[in-house]
């Protein structure tokens, strides 16, 4: 799939992404002087050990198991303005930031730029110009090593090397900089400017001679980049050839402008589908930090939210389509980030919890916060959270899940057992019996209690769902491997006395009580985790009823994000039509003000930046990911044990086809389909051959045993 835009950026916003996972680059084109804006995966203000000194701090400043029983008493004594006052002495400094690292500018005569084409299977920016009279061609893309610019035809007069950050040597084309020891996001007050040890900003600036065909490559090196040990392997288009979804016809190259009019849904379905994994496999490598809240690309020192991982949806997001789409190697970096919090987080979870295991809150960073943040002021509806790291490691489980072998097993079992144990001991018994969650926030979200909205309370279902999908998980990778551990006892003994997911008015509840929303249509849709990723809830039962009359309340529109988590949980209740029509209102094109942060409760609706981005405004690489992973979804669902196919594809959308969409068990799936006929083929990449799958087109199921490749025939209704 090649994609076209006919003019020379003039604006990050339209500038094109190419990335290897550890470098990232924002091509803007055109004659004249042209900017490539550069990030290292690796470039995050902190220190190594910044986690620990605030750990430090924070159990200073009074925090810890006894405060914790106080707020506790507090809250079951319905007494929150007290139990929230309390809690602040908990919130440690903010995360660190995601910084922008250098620019390479390269300047060519005056001229005509006639477009550039970005093809997504080998990750190349090609633009062709006219410069005095002469075609010249200028390629862009990201080696395993290096970021390349060819140019052929013209010779630059000038390469120049800057960067936003301070400079503290040069050497002809070296430039060593120095990054900020602290930061915080911009919407913070009280800190005002990333904080530098001192230096001065600069450049390198390098005159050229006259040749026929120049290839630039920039390199990078930090102290950071030895923190991260997964071996860097594998190349941009083996991994893109894993795995494709084609709704419809597609054009040989694709007009972006007319793409963005809207007049073809399927292939709009069709793009986004392919460039949310375009940019996970260019932001998402091993050997480098996991894609962030921008996935590897940032120009700003000072970026939304620090650029850096929310996990209490959007670094999920940014990973739901990893294993479906065939990009378990992409996953690695997020699995090895959990690997570190497993460290950090024990070191939080006993000093600061008196608690097993580790535990992780609403943020983190390249360096494995795993702290509560927000300064002593943040509010507790997104600031105390110590659900981060269950929600987080369910990705452990399922690049497990979807390959069934020794190794994803032995890699999720620390994990997994470690966050169960932090769960166990987080548990608390409650006034009626049940093993409670205290202090339990619903992410972001606020009820009322005379007439004021609060966030603290207990046993919130999100709390209460993702601590089953822990120690249920848990379980089945000890069965699996046959061990035996004393925890598995203490998991089986307290599962039974979890609180059961409340049902009030007809709609599955956001809290344990009955309590009323201060937002009926937020843009979090927290407890319905247990329907999209988890799958604990299905489609066809009681509790399936009732999370669908949420989806109905909540309504569509939002930002990128939520759009995605909406797109998503309708395909996993079949309701492909309402995809559609929240896939076209993500997919319209942003015409607000690029550089505004909008509300951040929803109110204004996001939209598509004119390079594909997803966009609140701010810029929020979530929503692309996303997209991908809802899309594969209506083609083929298997959480349930049972290979759906076609599950919630939209009406009208009558041809098609997918190939090595991976299933749960270790099966790769390619589906056709034209006018009602189905056909599927599955073959075996991992796991137990000798398993019998279940497999069901149009409601019909048939059951095989996938050995080598097996077709199923069938047939739905369009």
């Given at each position: ?678 056909v599927v083929r599955l073959r075996r990449v991992s796991g137990d051959a000798g398993e019998f799958v279940p497999v069901s087109i149009g409601g019909e199921v048939t059951e095989v045993v996938v050995s080598d490749v097996v077709e199923v025939r069938g047939r739905i209704s369009c």
């Open positions: 799939m090649r994609l076209h835009w006919p003019a020379a950026a003039e604006e990050w916003t339209e500038a094109l992404p190419v990335g290897n996972g550890r470098l990232g680059a924002m091509v803007f084109g055109g004659a004249g002087r042209s900017r490539v804006q550069v990030n290292d995966a690796t470039v995050w203000s902190g220190t190594a050990d910044g986690p620990s000194r605030a750990l430090a701090d924070v159990l200073a400043a009074g925090a810890g198991p006894d405060r914790l029983a106080q707020v506790r008493e507090a809250i079951f004594g319905g007494d929150l303005e007290r139990a929230t006052s309390l809690l602040m002495s908990f919130e440690g400094p903010y995360s660190q930031t995601f910084l922008p690292y250098v620019d390479l500018w390269i300047t060519l005569s005056d001229g005509e730029s006639h477009g550039r084409t970005l093809d997504l299977a080998t990750g190349v920016v090609t633009e062709r110009l006219t410069i005095d009279g002469a075609e010249v061609t200028r390629r862009v893309w990201a080696s395993e090593t290096s970021l390349c610019v060819e140019i052929t035809g013209a010779t630059p007069s000038e390469v120049d090397v800057s960067t936003p950050l301070r400079e503290i040597s040069r050497d002809g084309l070296n430039l060593v900089v120095e990054i900020p020891v602290d930061s915080a996001p911009r919407h913070e007050p009280q800190v005002e400017a990333p904080v530098y040890g001192g230096g001065e900003r600069g450049s390198v600036t390098v005159k050229i001679t006259e040749g026929e065909r120049w290839l630039l490559t920039l390199t990078s090196s930090t102290t950071a980049e030895t923190s991260w040990q997964g071996r860097r392997h594998g190349n941009h288009m083996t991994l893109m050839d894993a795995c494709e979804v084609r709704f419809g016809d597609l054009p040989e190259v694709i007009d972006v402008p007319e793409l963005l009019s809207g007049k073809d849904e399927q292939l709009i379905a069709s793009v986004l589908f392919a460039y949310g994994r375009y940019l996970l496999v260019s932001s998402s490598r091993p050997g480098a930090p996991p894609a962030n809240l921008q996935g590897l690309w940032n120009a700003d020192l000072r970026p939304a939210w620090s650029s850096n991982y929310t996990i209490n949806i959007n670094t999920q997001m940014n990973y739901w389509a990893a294993e479906v789409t065939g990009l378990a190697e992409c996953h690695d970096p997020l699995l090895e980030l959990l690997e570190k919090l497993a460290v950090t987080g024990a070191d939080v979870a006993s000093q600061l919890y008196s608690a097993r295991g580790w535990v992780a809150h609403h943020n983190t960073d390249a360096h494995a916060w795993a702290l509560p943040v927000g300064m002593g002021h943040g509010a507790p509806s997104w600031a105390i959270w110590q659900m981060g790291g269950a929600w987080l490691v369910q990705h452990a489980w399922d690049h497990y899940d979807f390959a069934r072998t020794w190794s994803t097993l032995e890699r999720a079992w620390p994990l997994l057992r470690g966050c169960a144990e932090f769960c166990l001991d987080w548990l608390v018994e409650g006034p009626d019996g049940y093993l409670d969650t205290c202090p339990s926030t619903s992410p972001e979200n606020w009820f009322l209690v005379d007439g004021k909205p609060q966030a603290l309370t207990w046993s919130v279902t999100m709390d209460v769902v993702l601590i089953r999908a822990v120690f249920e998980r848990t379980l089945a990778l000890a069965l699996a491997s046959g061990r035996t551990d004393p925890v598995l006892a203490e998991i089986s003994a307290a599962l039974p006395r979890l609180r059961p997911v409340p049902v009030f008015d007809g709609r599955l509840g956001e809290w344990a009580g009955d309590f009323v929303e201060e937002d009926s249509t937020h843009r979090h849709m927290s407890h319905m985790v247990s329907v999209y990723p988890l799958g604990q809830i299905v489609a066809g039962t009681q509790l399936g009823d009732a999370a669908f009359e949420v989806l109905r309340r909540r309504g569509n529109g939002a930002m990128g994000w939520s759009w995605a988590w909406k797109m998503a949980l309708r395909a996993r209740f079949g309701d492909g039509d309402t995809v559609r029509s929240l896939l076209l209102e993500a997919a319209q094109p942003f015409t607000g003000d690029r550089h505004r942060d909008a509300p951040v409760d929803g109110s204004e609706w996001g939209g598509l930046l004119p390079n594909l981005f997803s966009t609140h405004p701010p810029f929020q690489i979530d929503g692309n990911y996303g997209f991908t992973a809802a899309l594969a979804e209506v083609v083929v669902q298997s959480h349930t044990g049972v290979i759906d196919v076609l599950p919630a594809l939209p009406s009208g959308w009558s041809s098609g086809a997918a190939r090595g969409l991976r299933c749960r068990g270790g099966l790769a799936v390619d589906v056709t389909w034209d006018d009602g006929d189905v």
